[in-house]
Every structure is written in C-alpha cells, then in structure tokens.
Nanobody, 121 residues
Framework: QVQLQESGPGLVKPSQTLSLSCAIS??????????WTWIRQPPGKGLEWIGF???????FYSPSLKSRTSISRNTSKNQVSLQLSSVTSKDTAVYYC?????????????WGQGTLVTVSA
C-alpha cells in the first residue's frame, strides 16, 4: 500500500522560497503511469492544483503558479519535492502531495496527510 508523507518548514517569511518534500513508501515513483502531484488548500478556501512530476520525470504546472514553481524528484530516496518562490501571505495553505493516475486524467487516488505552511514575517 502506497503511503505519502509531506515534510518541511511550517513557517516561511515573505519573499522567501517555500520548500517541501514528500516521501513515498510502498511503491516506486518511477512506476508507470503515475503522477506525483502537489495540491494546496488555503484557509477557508477550496483545493488548488499546483502541478505534478510524472513517472518519467516530466513536469506539469498550473499556469497561474508556473513562474514560481519547481517540482523535482530524487529517485534514490523515492521522494518528490516542491519549491515555490517569492511567497506571500496568499501562499499560506495546507500543502498535500498525492498520487495521480495519469491514464485517468490524473485522478488522485492516494493522499498524504498534508502540512500547514504559514507565510509570515
């Protein structure tokens, strides 16, 4: 059974870069045809899709966040990472990583528990 666990700083200062990791256990991130996806949910708001890195290392980002977002992976550690630059208070949210099934329009079938990131001076 695949499990995902997010980790990273809970507090980031404005204008800095938010960096999170997602450790995956129970399955390799290189297995076809999965996309390892980042999503966030600001307080009191709905879910927002950030982007994903596919099993082959290709990446896809939300157009609204693309200029500030980088998703990468470490296959030896079986981890994926998210970096979001130039953060503001609007980036305060619970950040989730999830597994998407690419052949089903990246339907998300397994989620991590999420980690709250607050952007504040």
């Amino acid at each position: 059974q695949v499990q995902l666990q997010e980790s990273g700083p809970g507090l980031v200062k404005p204008s800095q870069t938010l960096s999170l990791s997602c450790a995956i256990s129970g399955g390799s991130i290189t297995v076809k045809y999965y996309g390892w996806t980042w999503i966030r949910q600001p307080p009191g708001k709905g879910l927002e899709w950030i982007g994903f890195i596919a099993y082959d290392g290709s990446t896809f980002y939300s157009p609204s966040l693309k200029s500030r977002t980088s998703i990468s992976r470490n296959t030896s550690k079986n981890q994926v990472s998210l970096q979001l630059s130039s953060v503001t208070s609007k980036d305060t949210a619970v950040y989730y990583c999830a597994r998407g099934v690419l052949l089903s329009d990246n339907a998300l079938d397994t989620w991590g528990q999420g980690t709250l990131v607050t952007v504040s001076a």
